[in-house]
Structures are given as C-alpha cells and as structure tokens.
C-alpha cells in the first residue's frame, strides 16, 4: 500500500540534501502516518488530519455544553 494519507491525499515529498562542498542529493521525506480504525476498518492517517479531527470534535462538544 502506498504511503499516503487515506483521508486527505497527501504523499510524500522530495527534498534535497545539501553537503558541505554544496553537492545535492534527492531525498524523499515521508509524512506521518499512522494506523487508526475509522468506521470499523483499519486505514493510514496522517497526524495532520487526526489533529483536524481532534480539535472538531472537541468544539463540537464545547457547543453541546
């Protein structure tokens, strides 16, 4: 399965390494995932979006009161 967030699409990125005398080097830096059960099924989410659900979820909580 690729490295991807399954929620909002997002892949990895490409960087470069630079040494002392300037030379590049491509990189790829992966982003964060990790594995949760949304809906009854296992998917790869990245921190980013378990943030976002978070912090929804907590305001819609804070309305309720």
């Given at each position: 399965m690729a490295?991807?967030?399954s929620v909002c699409g997002r892949?990895?990125?490409s960087g470069t390494?630079?040494?002392h005398?300037?030379?590049k080097t491509l990189k790829r830096q992966n982003i964060n995932l990790q594995n949760?059960?949304?809906d009854g099924q296992t998917v790869k989410v990245c921190v980013n979006c378990l943030k976002?659900?978070?912090k929804s979820a907590a305001k819609k909580t804070a309305a309720k009161k």
């Open positions: 490295k991807r967030c892949g990895s990125t390494m630079r040494s005398s300037n030379r949760r059960k949304m976002t659900k978070k």
